[in-house]
């Protein structure tokens, strides 16, 4: 699978969207924080490409995850979640 290439779940495609954490703070403490932000892009697998045809979940971190590749991983089971409805307030029934 390439790096560009989305995840197949339950008939949506899934997107993680992994980016660098920013600081608020530009001192010596705030390096505690290092790591990655998570998101994920979910769309229906027919639909991929329309405008307006997918949706984009946050995960709320308390700390930012260390390893792209973990972060990586959260973000397609996040999408998994969502679409199982294991999320509440997260729904992608209208997609």
Do not use: N
């Amino acid at each position: 699978m390439s790096a560009l290439s989305p995840r197949i779940y339950k008939g949506f495609e899934l997107y993680p969207l992994v980016f660098e954490r920013t600081f608020d703070r530009f001192d010596r403490h705030s390096r505690y924080d290092e790591g990655y932000d998570v998101a994920v892009r979910v769309c229906r697998q027919e639909a991929a490409g329309v405008a307006g045809a997918s949706r984009v979940f946050r995960l709320k971190l308390t700390a930012s995850i260390s390893d792209f590749g973990a972060a990586r991983r959260a973000a397609w089971q996040q999408g998994e979640d969502i679409i199982d409805g294991k999320i509440d307030g997260a729904d992608v029934s209208d997609l």
